[in-house]
DNA sequence: CATGGGATTGACT
DNA sequence: GTCAATCCCATGC
């Protein structure tokens, strides 16, 4: 995934990124699921301005923004749009692609409890291990790798949801999801 | 320097 | 359905 596919706006990778697969070392995953944060809106980190924690999220884009969420789980995200705008897409569900043996004793899980390995942002992190290290890693480089969508699996059906676990900014419909995806941290709502 | 909140998960009732 | 774990970091004194 080349450098310019992130400077864009941050809606469009977020809904572009469904289908990609995001890959560490032997293990990687098709994305189903993602949010957009923009410093815009007040549930994003950046909302409140440049400090020590968000200096990522205001960098340049194609940069992974890797933060503590609970101060417990890792949670990874894709900086967005120009050097100077704070935006990133949450990564937040994988479909397990390869590596399954190695994220399954990370998880605790057993190799066929596949919907259970990567169906949350925290468990995504975890599957593949990514830690706070992997903070401002360059995503074309690695550890952590963005590529592009698999071409057998065509063009993706992506339905549109109100982000999940925040308290701030919920009338936005900016979680996107895999339509059908039985690999969904959570269930799309009805209708 | 002390405090409190948070883009979650899993165990338990 | 409820709730604790656990720690970074922004804010305020």
């Known amino acids: 995934m080349q450098p310019a596919f992130y400077d864009r706006p941050v809606l469009e990778v977020a809904r572009d990124l469904i289908g990609c697969v995001v890959r560490r070392g032997e293990c990687s995953g098709v994305i189903v699921e993602t949010e957009a944060y923009h410093d815009s809106e007040p549930a994003c980190h950046a909302f409140g301005g ?48 390869t590596g399954v043996e190695l994220m399954a004793q990370r998880r605790g899980r057993s190799p066929q409890a596949q919907r259970e390995l990567c169906s949350g942002p925290g468990k995504l992190s975890q599957a593949l291990g990514i830690s706070l290290a992997d903070n401002r890693g360059d995503l074309l480089h690695g550890p952590v790798t963005f590529e592009p969508r698999p071409a057998q699996l065509g063009a993706p059906a992506v339905s549109t949801a109100p982000r999940i676990g925040i308290t701030r900014a919920t009338e936005l419909p900016w979680r996107f999801c895999l339509s059908g995806s039985r690999f969904l941290s959570a269930p799309l709502p009805r209708r």
């Open 50 to 97: 440049l400090t020590p924690r968000t200096a990522t999220l205001f960098g340049p884009p194609g940069a992974a923004y890797v933060y503590l969420s609970y101060g417990v789980h890792a949670l990874l995200n894709a900086v967005c749009e120009p050097e100077g705008v704070g935006a990133a897409v949450l990564i937040r569900a994988l479909m397990p692609l």
